[in-house]
Antibody
Framework: QITLKESGPTLVKPTQTLTLTCTFSGFSLSTSGMCVSWIRQPPGKALEWLALIYWDDDKHYSPSLKSRLTISRDTSKNQVVLTMTNMDPVDTGTYYC????????????????WGQGTTVTVSS | DIQMTQSPSTLSASVGDRVTITCRASQSVGDWLAWYQQKPGKAPKLLIYKASSLESGVSSRFSGSGSGTEFTLTINSLQPDDFATYYCQQYNSYTFFFGQGTKLEIK
């Protein structure tokens, strides 16, 4: 059974850097095809894809946020970390991590298991 | 960047109805499209992948179709549990953008 859980601060100040951790179980991010993605959702608004890391450490980012985001993995700890710099109140929302198996590895390509989400508020 | 546009933004329907939600891509995504259902305060749930393949465990009342730039999600015989917000997402390119969502409300 695959599970993911997000953790990190609930409140950050404007201009600070946010660091979120996705701790997962039930798969290894070293296994071919495995991916973990970060998605966020401002209150009452749509889902926004942020970043994705592949089993081979390939990384991809939302173009509009690329300069502020870094995604990384620690395969020994089964964790994926997302950092977002220069936080602003518009970055307030729920941040999710999700599991995906790449199509190239026989997966569906969809984000099939999600964490419960963690809420981040940006305010001074 | 591939942009995804859903219509309508809000849809009112009754239990037992059949409804269709449309998702359009700004350029062809082949059939690399997924549909998700999200209920308030909950994480999204994968319903459909590769445009028309039903995720394991999802009711057969849900179906997807389309390819290229135009896709549809159809829900047959609406049940009370189906009233939620639905999102499409493309994964043809390395930017996994979502549509803006369609809220399905009870009429």
């Amino acid at each position: 059974q695959i599970t993911l859980k997000e953790s990190g601060p609930t409140l950050v100040k404007p201009t600070q850097t946010l660091t979120l951790t996705c701790t997962f179980s039930g798969f290894s991010l070293s296994t071919s095809g495995m991916c973990v993605s970060w998605i966020r959702q401002p209150p009452g608004k749509a889902l926004e894809w942020l970043a994705l890391i592949y089993w081979d450490d390939d990384k991809h980012y939302s173009p509009s946020l690329k300069s502020r985001l870094t995604i990384s993995r620690d395969t020994s700890k089964n964790q994926v970390v997302l950092t977002m710099t220069n936080m602003d109140p518009v970055d307030t929302g729920t941040y999710y991590c999700a599991h995906r198996v790449a199509v190239s590895a026989g997966g569906t390509g969809g984000m099939d298991v999600w964490g419960q989400g963690t809420t981040v508020t940006v305010s001074s | 960047d591939i942009q995804m546009t859903q219509s309508p933004s809000t849809l009112s329907a009754s239990v037992g109805d059949r409804v269709t939600i449309t998702c359009r891509a700004s350029q062809s995504v082949g059939d690399w499209l997924a549909w998700y259902q999200q209920k308030p305060g909950k994480a999204p749930k994968l319903l459909i992948y590769k445009a028309s393949s039903l995720e394991s465990g999802v009711s057969s009342r849900f179906s997807g179709s389309g390819s290229g730039t135009e896709f549809t999600l159809t829900i047959n015989s609406l049940q009370p549990d189906d009233f939620a917000t639905y999102y499409c997402q493309q994964y043809n390119s390395y930017t996994f953008f979502f549509g803006q969502g369609t809220k399905l409300e009870i009429k």
